[in-house]
């Protein structure tokens, strides 16, 4: 469900540009910095899965979600007061120059402002690509899928599987490296803030780099696709709300279809459901991002975005939280086994 939302949500979104700057709405450093780590904390993730006790990931994920909703709940409120306060000083600025207009009289004509800031238009998907790094991104991809399909031919925690694991190390951080580097010598920019950052520390690059590993074993260990961790931390980045959800639904893709060949690997879902409400899905969130930009543009408000995320994680903990409590009182009334799994007989 996760991969068909996320997917369809893209395609919409590589069509729209920056809300004010003339750059794509996808922010194609940002993923670089996060994708390669979140694809690593997936694979553990997953591991942890299989592991786990279905009641452990139940708690884990009504703690995650109730904490995160509640942050991008404030964050949401902070947002929308911001913009309350820009729309009233940009008010004040039309009322000046309406009365200035009266006392000059008739003839007075005003001088134009120079083109619009505003860059939310459509245009053609392949000016919104940036070739170089998506190859990136998609070499991480196609190197962890090729680690999963490999191990399939091995023995379940022989030398050469852990081996196989392991390879996934330096192929996240060659990629992660790289923009890290790049970001730290200024050679390439997080530009979606409205003002280009070049003074990075490195303790903030390897802050945020745990922060995508983080963000990817959630991912994995839940069942989710990381977006919920990288979203409201883009948010707390200072990235716009338009920019933060589509570039963690951008790096989001990568990493629950990733889920999703190792659960299918691992046999852990039925097929004909899970194509079902993929379908549902992508059609959902096509619709979803239609009527919220309408939305945005009616009430001029990007912060709905943010009151959104906030509502939808908090629907997720209750429901998903709700059936997990429901399913662990009936193995404790069956008593069934609740403890921890094999990976290596599980495998």
């Not at 452990?56 to 703690?63: A, E, G, R, S």
């Not at 238009?121 to 991480?140: A, D, F, G, R, T």
Request: hydrophobic fraction near 50%.
């Amino acid at each position: 469900m996760i991969m068909g939302a996320a997917g369809s949500t893209v395609y919409y979104n590589l069509r729209l540009r920056h809300p004010t700057l003339d750059m794509p709405l996808i922010d194609y450093d940002l993923a670089l910095l996060f994708q390669p780590m979140l694809m690593l904390g997936i694979s553990i993730g997953v591991a942890f899965n299989v592991m786990f006790a279905d009641w452990m990931v139940t708690v884990l994920l009504i703690i995650l979600f109730i904490g995160t909703s509640t942050k991008a709940l404030f964050k949401g409120i902070d947002t929308w007061k911001k913009e309350t306060m820009m729309k009233k000083e940009a008010a004040k600025v039309l009322e000046s120059e309406s009365k200035a207009a009266d006392v000059d009289g008739q003839d007075y004509k005003q001088l134009p402002s120079g083109p619009s800031t505003v860059h939310d238009e459509e245009v053609p998907i392949i000016k919104n690509i940036y070739w170089k790094e998506l190859s990136l991104l998609l070499y991480v991809w196609l190197g962890f899928l090729a680690v999963q399909l490999a191990k399939e031919y091995v023995v379940p925690c022989s030398i050469t599987y852990w081996i196989l694991n392991a390879l996934q190390v330096p192929i996240a951080v060659s990629v992660a490296l790289f923009e890290a580097i790049c970001l730290y010598k200024g050679t390439r920019v997080i530009a979606s803030k409205g003002k280009e950052i070049t003074n990075w520390k490195i303790h903030q690059i390897v802050f945020y780099c745990f922060c995508g590993i983080v963000a990817g074993m959630v991912g994995g260990l839940l069942g989710l696709g990381g977006g919920f961790i990288l979203g409201p931390l883009f948010l707390e980045l200072g990235i716009p709300p338009q920019v933060a959800s589509a570039t963690s639904t951008f790096a989001m893709t990568f990493s629950s279809s990733m889920s999703v060949v190792q659960y299918y690997l691992l046999d852990r879902f039925p097929v004909p459901y899970a194509a079902f409400f993929t379908l549902v899905a992508t059609f959902a969130a096509f619709a979803g991002q239609h009527v919220v930009r309408k939305i945005i543009a009616v009430l001029g408000r990007a912060s709905i975005i943010v009151f959104i995320l906030a509502l939808t994680i908090f629907v997720s903990a209750i429901s998903l939280g709700g059936f997990g409590i429901e399913n662990m009182v009936k193995k404790l009334k069956n008593q069934e086994y609740m403890g921890f799994e094999n990976l290596c007989q599980i495998s």
